[in-house]
């Protein structure tokens, strides 16, 4: 029987749609990691998913069914009974956390409680392609190593299931982070035409060296380039990301090159074209213009005698890239100041029809402390899309790359 919640406390901040009408089923096993998924719960339906909670007996000892309900707003399932809960069906069935038991179970095609009767059906189902399974393992570092768990992971993954790795922290393999959990469902759920194409995104200032201590820079982050790269990920593209070091952290998932310099940057970008088969090139970092003409060796005196810095131009990185891989879809970006909002749309398209398929563009007037941000995307046909902040702007732009 429904408990009689205040449904205005079960409300939710919605981060995204990217599950929405999705039914996922979480399947709660006996690992102290248990305790964490009311928070894993409500970060489901954050994202617009419907929660189905599975509960195993042992998993009790560590989570109340009653966190688990209010958080899902749906009746918890720890017995099987006439209704045959086990043959629901589900878009995505995740096992979080997955105690080294339970994934032998699994292995094994056992059924022996409501947690892998239902998994039992469900790997049926996935054999079909019509629903998928991730399963996030949870245990102390020892077992994580035993060979026999080690096996049946292979064999799961040979039937289709997706292993989120744990997190291996102090000798223990620790249940992965609720937003990695919900990130990963999202990403293999995903039907983007977007899915399996390589994306190389860069983000964040390339400052140019002074002495091994100093740099010109400027003040961009990269914030909007990850929040890029994020959406790409979970849209099922494989991303490799190049951020300039500002202390901004991308998410682990995405697989990072963090650069020091603008000579770096250039490496970097030059070596990932070179060597990985790339589909879109999406250029957000904040290139510099101007370097030193000269890099002192080792750090200038405090009191010395430097009180000029000559610069020099850097290569147009853009250009260059274009001119070498013809064929690379290339967003590239924008920024001015003191311009009118069609003079910055006349700029970028300009810019759009040097060869580029899409050009961001934002002006210094609309950005914000607080973190206002209105920017244009455009193609060189003419305006595409206008995004008032930047996780729109993210959005937006990676819509406009599905067309």
């Known amino acids: 029987m429904k408990k009689d919640f205040d449904l205005k406390d079960q409300d939710i901040i919605r981060l995204g749609s990217h599950l929405e009408n999705k039914k996922i089923a979480l399947l709660i096993t006996g690992s102290i990691a248990a305790y964490k998924t009311p928070s894993l719960v409500r970060h489901f339906r954050q994202y617009g998913a419907e929660v189905q909670v599975y509960l195993t007996e042992e998993a009790e000892r560590y989570v109340a069914e009653d966190a688990l309900e209010w958080t899902s707003t749906n009746p918890v399932i720890k017995n099987l009974t006439a209704k045959a809960e086990h043959l629901y069906e589900h878009d995505a069935y995740v096992v979080a956390p997955a105690t080294l038991n339970t994934i032998g179970q ?37 077992m994580e190593d035993n060979p026999a768990y080690q096996r049946n992971l292979e064999r799961l993954k040979s039937f289709g299931v997706e292993i989120i790795k744990p997190e291996i922290r102090y000798g223990k393999a620790n249940l992965s982070s609720p937003h990695n959990i919900v990130i990963e469902t999202i990403r293999k759920l995903s039907k983007s035409p977007l899915k399996e194409k390589q994306f190389l995104i860069t983000a964040g200032p390339t400052p140019g ?163 206002s941000y209105r920017g244009i995307i455009m193609s060189k046909d003419g305006e595409a899309a206008e995004s008032h902040s930047k996780e729109e702007c993210a959005v937006l732009l990676l819509n406009l790359l599905e067309t």
């Open 106 to 142: 699994i292995a094994d095609g056992k059924a022996t409680n409501a947690v892998t009767t239902t998994l039992a059906s469900a790997l049926g189902r996935l054999q079909k392609k019509n629903t998928s399974i991730l399963v996030a393992p949870a245990m102390h570092g020892t």
């Open 209 to 371: 060296k002074i002495d091994n201590i100093r740099v010109l820079t400027n003040r961009f982050r990269g914030t909007l380039g990850i929040m890029i790269a994020d959406e790409a990920y979970m849209r099922g593209a494989n991303v490799t990301l190049i951020l300039g070091s500002t202390g901004i952290q991308a998410p682990k998932y995405l697989n990072t090159i963090l650069i020091k310099d603008f000579h770096d940057y250039h490496s970097k970008v030059q070596d990932v074209l070179e060597h990985e088969t790339v589909d879109v090139g999406i250029f957000s970092a904040a290139v510099a213009d101007y370097v030193p003409s000269v890099v002192f060796d080792g750090k200038i005196p405090s009191r010395g005698d430097m009180k000029s810095i000559p610069l020099k131009h850097t290569t147009k990185i853009i250009e260059e890239v274009r001119k070498q891989f013809p064929k690379l879809l290339m967003v590239t970006f924008k920024y001015e100041e003191k311009v009118s909002w069609d003079e910055l749309k006349a700029i970028a398209q300009k810019r759009a029809r040097q060869g580029y398929q899409l050009v961001v563009a934002n002006r210094g007037e609309d950005l914000t402390p607080e973190g």
